[in-house]
């Protein structure tokens, strides 16, 4: 069986590392907001090349909390207009209905499945404040032109970069384009920790002290608080994980792009969609760090269950849209035609940096193998 992530084995090959953490954090009898956590964001902030970051306690809660402290810095109020894609997990919507906004969801690119400028453009209207684009499956969103339309009207961007640890263009990481960005540490993430765990990032020092005191019951001083606020804090114990784990996220994500190469290069079914990047038209660009393998297919059912019959496990990235949910009843009449297109038909392919080249050569066989439709 080839797994579509195998944790266990991932994690033990920094066994020795994770438990002299752990041990270092049981035995300095501090457990939350100490010298892990301390260290833990400069390090990742200097990773992203950004002045801040903070640790919270997932990464839904990394995007609420952005917006909530824009909502009391005076940057956002209730019912303002914050456009996302139709096609992402639902955690980047709930931030925005959570913080009492208004999603307006666009259609994304049909090549890339990213968000699409032309539609963010189409869909600004006088109340649109801001604008949250998806990092999806590790490749970068389209920053420049996402950023060129915040800056012509004025908007705030939220980068949701839940899936693009290290993801990096023209020198730069996914977090430090917009005005703030929210990680996921969740374990199945590139950079995962052992539970859950997230982070903001940002240039903007009075948003990151707002950040840290509303996800600390809204407090900055002990017992005086200040915002309306949470709880959401990054661990210790989580901190020392990531600390550890961060030293090898580059390392593990050339083994994704290597993988990937082999699957673009090598799977070749007419039935098969492989994924592409705009920027180099080429599968595994310096820009993506491939958090998954999604291809594409009008027969994903069959294609899936041929692929468990050969013995490789596949997951669908994401079989309801949004729009359809229950969560968002109201929307469930509406039609975005690309989103549910892609809810219908993509398959990620285990995609795992301790995946063996053999494994590798598995998943392609089995894809090759594929009776044609």
Known sequence: ???????????????????????????????????????FEAEFANYCGVEHCVG????????????????????????????????????????????GLTPVLVEPDPRTYNICPRNVEAAITPKTRAIIPVHLYGQLAPMSEIMALAGKHDLLVLEDAAQAHGASLDGRRAGSFGDAAGFSFYPGKNLGALGDAGAVTTNDGDLARLVRAIGNYGSERKYENAHPGVNSRLDEIQAAMLRVKLGHVDDEAARRRAIACAYASRIEHPDISLPIATDTEQAAPASHVFHLFVVRTPRREALQAHLAERGVQTLIHYPIPMHKQRAYAAWNSTTFALAEALAAEVLSLPISPVMSDDEVDEVIEACNAFPEG
């Open 56 to 99: 919270v306690g997932n990464g839904l809660d990394a995007l609420a909390l952005v917006l909530k402290a824009w909502k009391e810095m005076g940057r956002l109020e209730n019912g303002d207009e914050v456009i996302l894609p139709s096609h992402t997990y639902i955690a980047t919507c709930l931030a925005v209905t959570d913080c």
């Open 1 to 39: 069986m080839v797994s579509f992530l195998d944790l266990k084995t991932l994690n033990a090959s920094y066994r020795d590392e994770l438990l002299a953490a752990a041990t270092r954090v049981i035995d300095s009898g501090w457990y939350i907001l100490g010298a892990e956590v301390d260290a």
